[in-house]
């Protein structure tokens, strides 16, 4: 499946001059579903992009010509992939831990590959409500001197049920739950946790959807 996204995003690299920075991963639990996410500047800059490649869309397939592939791979890729499930995810830095992502090396990053998603609905007119909430619990977290990384993204279109969606980025699940427990353990042993913590309000925003996630971190683009 890998060759096939492969061959299709460096296709579109070779024409467009870019794949907008195109990572494919792996859904957990047993799935053979998988996600690929590209990012983009803004609505505008998707929007723009989309139409460009949409206009170029014969070029492209051409040039992945150059380099067929096995056929009965394309139907399986197709079969697993689902264009009508796309949805398009804002990033929120305000709500996120990612300070200290910036400051790790490409090797380090790389040993990062599992991602846990947790799909959150929010109530009518609660999405200030739940923003307040994780800036606080971020800002307990810091006090506390817990340091981790979690992405938080605000849904544009195409999130269903979900309104928001959190990323945390570890190893592997061996260690997410390790330090998931080593964190609970420093937060409970805190003196002000039972005082300054606020609770999780579930008649405002619950977590509807979890899924374990891996980053195929050998995912390169075809060269043309």
């Given at each position: 499946?890998?060759?096939i996204?492969q061959?299709?995003?460096?296709?579109?690299?070779?024409?467009?001059?870019?794949?907008?920075?195109?990572?494919?991963?792996?859904k957990?639990?047993?799935?053979?579903?998988?996600?690929?996410?590209?990012?983009?500047?803004?609505?505008?800059?998707?929007?723009?992009t989309?139409?460009?490649?949409?206009?170029?869309?014969?070029?492209i397939?051409?040039?992945?010509?150059?380099k067929?592939?096995?056929?009965?791979?394309?139907?399986?890729?197709?079969?697993?992939?689902?264009?009508?499930e796309?949805?398009?995810?804002?990033?929120?830095?305000?709500?996120?831990q990612?300070?200290?992502?910036?400051k790790?090396?490409?090797?380090?990053?790389?040993?990062?590959?599992?991602?846990?998603f947790s799909?959150?609905?929010?109530?009518?007119?609660?999405?200030g409500?739940?923003?307040?909430?994780?800036?606080?619990?971020?800002?307990?977290?810091?006090?506390?001197g817990?340091?981790?990384?979690?992405a938080?993204?605000?849904?544009?279109?195409?999130?269903?049920d979900?309104?928001?969606?959190?990323?945390?980025?570890?190893?592997?699940?061996?260690?997410?739950?390790n330090n998931?427990?080593?964190?609970?353990k420093?937060?409970?042993?805190?003196?002000?946790?039972?005082d300054?913590?606020?609770?999780?309000?579930?008649?405002?925003?619950?977590?509807?959807?979890?899924e374990?996630?891996?980053?195929?971190?050998?995912?390169?683009?075809?060269?043309?």
């Open positions: 499946m890998a060759q996204g061959n299709w995003f460096g296709g579109v690299k070779a024409v467009m001059g870019d794949a907008n920075g195109i990572s494919m991963h792996h957990g639990w047993g799935s053979k579903g998988v996600y690929f996410v590209q990012w983009y500047d803004d609505l505008e800059d998707m929007v723009k989309m139409k460009k490649q949409e206009g170029k869309n014969a070029e397939v051409q040039k992945i010509g150059e067929p592939g096995d056929p009965n791979l394309l139907q399986e890729f197709n079969a697993i992939t689902d264009p009508k796309a949805s398009v995810w804002e990033y929120v830095p305000e709500l996120s990612m300070d200290n992502w910036s790790l090396s490409r090797e380090a990053k790389d040993e990062l590959s599992y991602r846990r799909f959150v609905n929010v109530a009518m007119n609660a999405q409500e739940f923003e307040t909430f994780r800036k606080a619990a971020n800002d307990l977290d810091k006090k506390i817990l340091t981790y990384h979690v938080v993204f605000r849904n544009i279109f195409g999130g269903k979900a309104d928001y969606l959190t990323i945390l980025i570890d190893k592997n699940r061996i260690e997410y739950m998931f427990e080593e964190r609970m420093k937060r409970r042993a805190y003196k002000g946790w039972q300054e913590r606020k609770p999780w309000n579930l008649e405002k925003f619950n977590v509807i959807k979890t374990e996630v891996y980053k195929n971190m050998n995912f390169k683009l075809t060269s043309y």
